[in-house]
């Protein structure tokens, strides 16, 4: 079994900041990569940031958010600076990673249950 457990959320003011850290647990061999993903009210998931061998930002987001990992601690975090009214979102983590599945191991996708992020305008 893998789990994803999300924190750092809750609401912040237009222009302030919130970390988001993600642990990934379990039978978990390796993490080819980690990534935030977010999905306000009425839209679609979107990818914000992902990070495996080099990082790769949402245009939205660029300049503002920044996604880092610790590999010995099977953690991403993802650092919010300056946020807007339209960053409100709840925030999922994704993991892409070699997991024990019965006897068996198999590269899956993992999904957290999501943190909310308010940024009331």
């Known amino acids: 079994q893998v789990q994803l457990v999300e924190s750092g959320g809750g609401l912040v003011q237009p222009g302030g900041s919130l970390r988001l850290s993600c642990v990934a647990s379990?039978?978990?061999?390796?993490?080819?990569?980690m990534g935030w993903y977010r999905q306000a009210p009425g839209k679609q998931r979107e990818l914000v940031a992902d990070?495996?061998?080099?990082?790769n930002y949402a245009d939205s987001v660029k300049g503002r958010f920044t996604i880092s990992r610790d590999n010995a601690k099977n953690t991403v975090y993802l650092q919010m600076n300056s946020l807007k009214p339209e960053d409100t979102a709840v925030y999922y983590c994704?993991?892409?990673?070699?997991?024990?599945?019965?006897?068996?191991?198999?590269?899956?996708?993992?999904w957290g249950q999501g943190t909310l992020v308010n940024v009331p305008s």
């Open positions: 994704k993991i892409i990673g070699l997991v024990l599945v019965g006897t068996s191991s198999r590269y899956l996708e993992v």
């Open positions: 379990g039978s978990i061999f390796s993490i080819s990569s």
């Open positions: 990070i495996s061998g080099r990082t």
